[in-house]
């Protein structure tokens, strides 16, 4: 069956970094798409990367363009997120994405707090 498990995530300080991790199995992982999504206190699940399959193309959500960095490593089934210069407001809970066969899979999620 198809997992994702996130990790990676923490308290840091406005200005800091942190390097999130998804770690895939149960399905084609070199083949797929893989995306990023949060989720902060009182608001709607967002977008927030998106990877291709070989990892030659990423997308982000204007919010986090130029201070996240999504990849990936194919020989270990595993995607990240780096993410630089964090701002109170990427507080959120942080969610590994895939779909499969048309069906959307989610990992657990992983706290990122950003406060001084």
């Known amino acids: 069956q198809v997992q994702l498990v996130e990790s990676g995530g923490g308290l840091v300080q406005p200005g800091g970094s942190l390097r999130l991790s998804c770690a895939a199995s149960?399905?084609?992982?070199?083949?797929?798409?893989m995306m990023w999504y949060r989720q902060a206190p009182g608001k709607e699940r967002e977008f927030v990367a998106i990877i291709t399959p070989a990892g030659s193309t990423t997308n982000y959500a204007d919010s986090v363009k130029g201070r996240f960095t999504m990849s990936r490593d194919n020989a270990k089934n595993t995607v990240y997120l780096q993410m630089n210069s964090l701002k109170l407001e990427d507080t959120a809970v942080y969610y590994c994405?895939?779909?499969?066969?048309?069906?959307?899979?989610w990992g657990q999620g992983t706290q990122v707090t950003v406060s001084s």
């Open positions: 149960g399905f084609t992982f070199s083949y797929t798409h």
């Open positions: 994405n895939t779909k499969v066969r048309a069906t959307d899979y």
